[in-house]
């Protein structure tokens, strides 16, 4: 469960820096 909730962190990281570049 640690390793899925870690690929949802880094997902989200990577959703929210495309979403604050615009």
Do not use: C, D, P, Q
């Amino acid at each position: 469960m640690a390793a899925a909730k870690e690929g949802i962190v880094k997902r989200t990281g990577k959703f929210f820096r495309e979403v604050r570049s615009e």
